[in-house]
């Protein structure tokens, strides 16, 4: 992903999708969202706040009612070789899912990394695992003969210090974005719409406790994954690949 050109999201403005029978099919689109306690929800499992509920009803508010099918796999505590078991022997792939969206690793460097000695080796080791996740899924094929899309995003800040701290994430989101491959978009505003450049940790405004966002949090989130998706599928992603897509 080095090499992908880098796009402002604020290009996004004014973009038009079509859907058009002949750009999508009839049925549903599936997105499969990927992940831990953040894509799970917590603490709003289950109601309209999480990033999966909202980001189906932004994309029903945009292309109507049946338009898109939101699944929401964040499991609490999950880390990225959790994710990779669950596809393998949940047959998640059976859902056919036209796009996968991937956010994971928070939980891998909080639990791992015991002291500074060990960032390096829990990124690799981190970043190699969710490469076996894109791998995992770009080798599905739909029935209807396509292959899912793969957006990645970057972790969001967070409020810990020490060596699980913010900079540790960006330390890890640097490397996922520079070495991840088989992907169709990474994205970074995850990470910089909730990070405060004066503290060097998540917007406080926008966070629950020290790891999760709040509502706001999550509604910012939600947003960002539907830019992600609507610029997948405008005619300008044709022009960008690999793709970064930066927040403005």
């Known amino acids: 992903m080095s090499q992908g050109q880098a796009v402002d999201a604020v290009a996004l403005v004014g973009v038009t999708v079509s859907l058009d029978a002949d750009v999508h099919p009839a049925s549903a689109q599936v997105v499969s969202c990927l992940g831990d306690s953040i894509t799970n929800g917590y603490p709003y499992a289950g109601t309209g706040n999480t990033y999966p509920q909202r980001l189906l009803?932004?994309?029903?508010?945009?292309?109507?009612?049946?338009?898109?099918?939101?699944?929401?796999?964040?499991?609490?505590?999950?880390?990225?070789?959790?994710?990779?078991?669950?596809?393998?022997?949940?047959?998640?792939?059976?859902?056919?899912?036209?796009?996968?969206?991937?956010?994971?690793?928070?939980?891998?460097l909080r639990t791992?990394?015991?002291?500074?000695?060990?960032?390096?080796?829990?990124?690799?080791?981190?970043?190699?695992?969710?490469?076996?996740?894109?791998?995992?899924?770009?080798?599905?094929?739909?029935?209807?003969?396509?292959?899912?899309?793969?957006?990645?995003?970057?972790?969001?800040?967070?409020?810990?210090?020490?060596?699980?701290?913010?900079?540790?994430?960006?330390?890890?989101n640097n490397k996922l974005q520079n070495d991840l491959t088989g992907i169709d978009l990474w994205i970074d505003s995850n990470w910089v719409d909730l990070y405060d450049q004066t503290t060097g940790q998540a917007q406080v405004a926008l966070m629950f406790d020290d790891t999760h966002p709040n509502a706001d949090g999550y509604a910012v989130i939600a947003e960002n994954w539907l830019a992600a998706i609507e610029f997948l599928a405008s005619p300008r992603h044709s022009l960008y690949l690999p793709c970064v897509l930066h927040s403005p």
């Open 112 to 172: 791992e990394i015991l002291d500074p000695g060990d960032v390096a080796s829990v990124i690799n080791q981190t970043v190699a695992e969710v490469q076996d996740i894109v791998d995992f899924v770009a080798s599905h094929t739909n029935t209807d003969g396509t292959k899912p899309k793969i957006i990645v995003s970057a972790c969001p800040p967070n409020l810990l210090s020490g060596p699980v701290g913010s900079l540790v994430v960006a330390l890890y």
């Open 57 to 108: 009803v932004a994309l029903e508010a945009a292309h109507g009612p049946g338009s898109y099918d939101v699944i929401n796999h964040g499991v609490n505590g999950y880390k990225a070789e959790d994710v990779l078991a669950d596809l393998q022997t949940s047959n998640w792939m059976s859902e056919d899912p036209h796009l996968v969206l991937l956010m994971v690793g928070g939980n891998d």
